[in-house]
């Protein structure tokens, strides 16, 4: 038997950075993001020799223990795996385990669509799937949420475990005390097919640590740092009016909103934006794009930019000499996934 799960990336169309703590705790935050179909792919086979394997084909490592209710977080990258089973034994089933977990993702860590976080929805809902257990899209998204920033201290929001709980467009409000609200909105397909042709997805080949850029952007509101802060209160307005402009299919609004957006990024924390990056905006704004954003936490990973009629191609060729490329992509309306093989 092998239970599989896979859990979509997302792209923070706008708000991205509000859902951190302490802004969200102190003024409320709110996103809007999209599910698409890139993925992070969890597969389990119950193990019968007291062993714990973790694999990552991607990377091509491989992490081997024996059975134990507690696995030691040491800093490698198991962690995120180590640290999921230690809650699901000590929350659930308060025994050892012995099993194998394959892990793989469509898109490398640190590219900003929410990767780690996505990984480990996929996982928990793996363990969701193989014990039963009774865990619905808010419980596995606050759990995953619970395990990357109490457990293993790890900085960030939390829009990207419930984006990957729950799948599709969502507006997503974010309150003290963890509290959050998922507003699913209905999209009509025309819609999306239309969105997804106009936003064009660019990896720039150069990966980045979001967790160091976070943790400027929370000592920033930490010290009251009115500019950050203001930064931050626009962005959140953003999610208000980009809500609103693909409720009424008003899609080339994006594009304005968007560059209205970028300078706002760029002052929530050093190292947002880089040189290479001002290169590709500006490129891409002379190629016909009307706005762009730089995706995640910033520093590196994906950049989409809004163009247009048939201006994607145009702007397509002037980024690819930049060095990255494009990704294809569409949105998805399904969030977490999981079945079995007999």
């Known amino acids: 038997?092998?239970?599989?799960?896979?859990?979509?990336?997302?792209?923070?169309?706008?708000?991205?950075?509000?859902?951190v703590s302490p802004y969200s705790d102190l003024f409320g935050g709110?996103?809007?993001?999209?599910?698409?179909n890139l993925y992070a792919h969890a597969n389990i086979e119950p193990r019968h020799?007291?062993?714990?394997?973790?694999?990552?084909?991607?990377?091509?490592?491989?992490?081997?223990?024996?059975?134990a209710p507690n696995l030691t977080i040491n800093g490698d990258k198991s962690d995120l795996m180590k640290g999921i089973y230690n809650r699901i034994v000590k929350d659930y089933v308060n025994e050892a385990l012995s099993f194998t977990?394959?892990?793989?993702?469509?898109?490398?860590?640190?590219?900003?669509?929410?990767?780690?976080s996505t990984l480990a929805v996929a996982i928990i809902g793996a363990y969701t799937e193989w014990l039963r257990l009774p865990l619905g899209e808010y419980d596995i998204a606050y759990l995953a949420y619970q395990i990357e920033r109490t457990d293993l201290k790890q900085a960030g929001g939390k829009q990207d475990q419930y984006s990957a709980a729950f799948g599709g467009f969502n507006f997503m409000e974010f309150y003290h005390d963890d509290k959050v609200i998922v507003n699913p909105l209905r999209i009509h397909d025309e819609v999306m097919n239309e969105l997804s042709n106009?936003?064009?997805?660019?990896?720039?080949?150069?990966?980045?640590?979001?967790?160091?850029?976070?943790?400027?952007?929370?000592?920033?509101?930490?010290?009251?740092?009115s500019k950050s802060i203001e930064a931050m209160h626009q962005i959140k307005q953003q999610a208000y009016e980009m809500k609103e402009a693909v409720l009424k299919k008003n899609l080339d609004e994006l594009g304005m909103i968007f560059n209205r957006g970028w300078n706002y990024?760029?002052?929530?924390?050093?190292?947002?934006?880089?040189?290479?990056?001002?290169?590709l905006y500006n490129t891409a704004i002379n190629a016909g794009a009307t706005g762009g954003k730089i995706s995640g936490a910033g520093g590196g990973g994906y950049v989409f930019f809004y163009c247009p009629g048939?201006?994607?191609?145009?702007?397509?060729?002037?980024?690819?000499k930049l060095g990255g490329k494009t990704q294809q992509y569409a949105f998805t309306k399904r969030g977490l996934q999981t079945w079995r093989t007999k």
């Open 265 to 279: 990024k760029r002052d929530m924390a050093d190292g947002i934006s880089t040189p290479f990056f001002e290169e």
């Open 49 to 67: 020799d007291n062993k714990i394997i973790f694999r990552i084909p991607n990377n091509n490592e491989e992490y081997i223990f024996d059975s």
């Open 310 to 320: 048939n201006t994607r191609f145009e702007v397509m060729m002037a980024l690819e």
């Open 198 to 225: 106009n936003l064009l997805l660019y990896y720039t080949n150069q990966n980045r640590n979001s967790g160091d850029i976070i943790i400027k952007q929370q000592n920033n509101v930490s010290n009251k740092k």
């Open 1 to 19: 038997m092998i239970i599989r799960s896979k859990a979509p990336f997302r792209l923070g169309l706008a708000g991205g950075g509000t859902d």
């Open 101 to 116: 977990l394959t892990c793989e993702m469509d898109v490398p860590f640190g590219s900003g669509l929410g990767t780690s």
């Open 30 to 36: 709110c996103v809007l993001n999209a599910t698409i």
